[in-house]
């Protein structure tokens, strides 16, 4: 087996153990199918229909841990008359997306897209229960059902500032067309941010093997369509998570 081949697995033996924690009749199924929409469908309604109270699911850790990647990013960046566009891709029931539009002191438009519509609903009634204040007023919080290989069908090219990748690329990555499928949704994502955008991607996917991945799929007819580098995110709960950041170069 590859140092890349055994980090995808053992990613991936996270990832399941992580969802599947309380649902072991989804075990087989995640493993196998973690970019079909059925999947997570069933997944986020068994967990609401489990408890009476809205919990966040977070893919490998809360907002908090990595806040000091995220917001600096958006503090360098301002549009006169324009809202920066903030992406959290594959947003699941995560608590992140919200937590940036509740602390950015920029205005920010954040978009939690995913491709569950059971996920997407959940948030909606959570976030209309709670009724989050931003810190900006002008700020804006969406949450739409989005197919994350085709985010050319919800944004213009060089359109959006910032994309969050927390988990998702991880969760392709371990489905049965999954190589395919991530690098569709890495190359969507470069066309549509800016050329001073940023795509985050947190994983515990060893370097060697994610920094390889993404300079290989970051290429257009051989040229490098963006510059990667990697940052640690550190040590939480006995495991070492990464930040990756890819920025877009202009093709010419």
């Not at 947003?91 to 995913?114: E, F, N, R």
């Not at 795509?199 to 051989?222: I, K, V, Y």
């Amino acid at each position: 087996m590859s140092p890349f081949s055994k980090s995808l697995t053992l990613s991936g033996r996270r990832i399941v153990a992580a969802c599947a924690r309380n649902h072991s009749s989804l075990t087989t199924e995640l493993i196998e199918n973690m970019d079909k929409k059925a999947t997570w469908d069933r997944f986020y309604t068994e967990s609401s229909s489990r408890t009476s109270t809205f919990k966040n699911f977070e893919w490998f850790f809360s907002f908090d841990a990595v806040r000091d990647f995220i917001m600096p990013l958006l503090q360098t960046k301002s549009h006169a008359d324009a809202l920066l566009q903030v992406l959290d891709m594959g947003c699941g029931t995560s608590a992140l997306g919200p937590c940036v539009y509740k602390h950015s002191p920029l205005p920010v438009q954040v978009t939690c897209a995913d491709i569950s519509p059971v996920a997407v609903r959940l948030m909606q009634e959570h976030i209309q229960a709670k009724a989050i204040q931003p810190h900006n007023l002008s700020s804006l919080l969406e949450f739409v059902e989005l197919d994350c290989t085709q985010l050319h069908k919800h944004y213009g090219s060089i359109s959006v500032d910032l994309i969050v990748d927390k988990g998702t690329t991880d969760a392709l990555l371990r489905s049965k067309e999954g190589e395919r499928k991530a690098g569709l949704v890495l190359k969507q994502c470069l066309k549509v941010l800016r050329s001073s955008g940023s795509l985050l991607q947190f994983s515990d996917e060893d370097p060697d093997a994610r920094l390889l991945w993404l300079e290989t799929e970051a290429q257009e007819h051989g040229v490098m369509a963006a510059d990667v580098g990697v940052q640690e995110v550190g040590e939480i709960r006995g495991v070492s998570y990464y930040c990756y950041q890819v920025i877009p170069r202009p093709l010419v």
